[in-house]
Every structure is written in C-alpha cells, then in structure tokens.
C-alpha cells in the first residue's frame, strides 16, 4: 500500500519569494507522481507529474518538482511566488500498476503581500 | 484537452430528497470515473470508481444505497445522494481517466447544502 505525508499544513510566504512545498511518499513498488492545486470552491488542477526519465518535472505556472527515490521525496518549488499562487496544493502517488490515487492531506499556501 | 465538467456547482435541497450530480467528459472518452468528497479544510475522500458499463466499486464505509453511481457511457457519470440528510452537505468532485491513463482530470465540483 501507498502512503503520502506533506509535511506543512500551512506554508506562510512574501510574494516573491521562493517556496518549497514539501511530499514524501511511502511505496513499496515504482510509483507516478503528482501535485495537483485547489483553488477556492473549485476542482484540482493539474500542476505536474513524474513518471519516469529526468526526475526534475517542471510544470504549470512556474512550478518545479524533483523526484528523489533515496529519499523517497518530490517536493514541490517555485522561485518566485504571486499572490494568485494562494492555494490548497495536494501531492499524490499512484502505483505503477495501480489504479486508485492516494492524495496527502494538502498544504495551503498563503502568499502574502 | 482532457476536460471534465459537473453539473450542478451549487445545489441546496432539502432533507430527505434526492439530488444528481452529472460528471462528463468534454473533449475524450473516460473508461473510468471517481467520485470524491471532500471537507472543508480536508484532503479527497475516495467514494467510488466508476467504470462505464459495469457497476461501480465503493469504499470501505461508503453506502452504495445512498450514493447511487451511474456511468452509462463513456462520457457521462452521475452520482445520486438519495434522501440526503444535512451530514451529507459536502463538495463532491469527479475525476476521469483518459483509457488506461495513469493521471486523472478532475471536474470544478458540485458543493451541497443540504437543509
């Protein structure tokens, strides 16, 4: 079974500035990645995916993320963040053979002017 | 591409009726839908899984009376809360997978206030 930990609740940041969203994952067989962001009442969006090859993914919005298996991380960057990046962010591990998604409890990103 | 939509985004009924949420995917075909619920300030809370044609596959402690799942094609499934009750108010979000797809494309959510 799959297991995901973000391990802020809240990440609190100037505009600006840079930001790491933290994920570590629990697997034992080769997984895919994800992080999805929430806005306020809507869906989940897309923001990256790791599957296999280069273990830097970059993604929308500016976002970057970096596989890491010794550590069994794949946290989530961006250098430079706006008050519109304010969101719930959830990362998200699904097993190569799997099919059921297993999100983390989320980080809700404050970007604060 | 790979857009899904849901309707209705808002619903607001009373206790003991019943309400539809349909889930489509615009623009290809989803062999596999999920349904989810989420809590305020809370992760998604697998429901079901929704395949088309056959019947849906719920969660441990998830009532499949109550929470009837349709996926009559490959572009539509509905989620049905029967005689739902105010603990049943929640965000409900829909995700469907392009064939055999490992990434899912969610829908903007269905909020319900039951009263």
């Known amino acids: 079974a799959q297991s995901v930990t973000q391990l802020d609740s809240q990440v609190p940041v100037f505009e600006e500035a840079p930001v790491e969203l933290r994920c570590n994952y629990s697997s034992s067989v080769s997984v895919y990645l994800f992080w999805y962001v929430q806005y306020p009442n809507q869906g989940l969006q897309l923001l990256l995916k790791y599957l296999s090859g280069s273990t830097l993914v970059k993604g929308i919005n500016g976002f970057e993320a970096e596989f890491n298996k010794s550590q069994t991380s794949f946290h989530l960057r961006k250098p430079s963040v706006h008050i519109s990046d304010t969101a719930e962010y959830f990362c998200?591990?699904?097993?190569?053979?799997?099919?059921?998604?297993?999100f983390g409890a989320g980080t809700r990103l404050f970007v604060k002017a | 591409g790979a857009v899904v939509s849901q309707h209705p985004s808002w619903v607001i009924c009373k206790s003991g009726t019943s309400v539809k949420i349909e889930c489509r995917s615009l623009d290809f075909q989803a062999t596999t839908m999920f349904w989810y619920r989420q809590f305020p300030k809370q992760s998604l809370m697998l429901m079901a899984t929704s395949n088309e044609g056959s019947k849906a596959t719920y969660e441990q402690g998830v009532e499949k009376d109550k929470f009837l799942i349709n996926h009559a094609s490959l572009t539509l499934s509905t989620l049905t809360v029967t005689s739902a009750h105010p603990e049943d108010s929640s965000f409900y979000i829909c995700?469907?997978?392009?064939?055999?797809?490992?990434?899912?494309?969610f829908g903007p959510g269905t909020r319900l206030l039951v009263l």
């Open positions: 998200a591990v699904i097993n190569t053979g799997g099919f059921k998604t297993i």
């Open positions: 995700s469907a997978k392009l064939g055999g797809g490992e990434t899912q494309y």
